[in-house]
């Protein structure tokens, strides 16, 4: 049978490239998960090396309550 196009290609040929890129897929995905840093958690870290600030005098925000329509 003749497998040079992919509509007249023979059920093993379609299962072939099924696989290959299944196997391609679980590839790429293991790269990207293997090629991320190592990074610490950060919230340790800044917990750690941040200063520590205290709260000041409470402040009121007001503004006019009217609206424009326009």
């Not at 299962?15 to 590839?27: D, E, P, R, Y």
Request: net charge positive; no cysteine.
């Amino acid at each position: 049978m003749n497998n040079s196009s992919l509509h007249t290609a023979d059920r093993l040929t379609h299962l072939k490239i099924v696989v290959v890129s299944l196997i391609a897929g679980i590839a790429v995905v293991s790269v990207g998960i293997l090629a991320r840093p190592n990074v610490p958690d950060m919230s340790t870290q800044l917990e750690a090396r941040a200063p520590v600030l205290k709260a000041g005098q409470p402040v009121v925000w007001s503004a006019s309550e009217t609206s424009t329509i326009r």
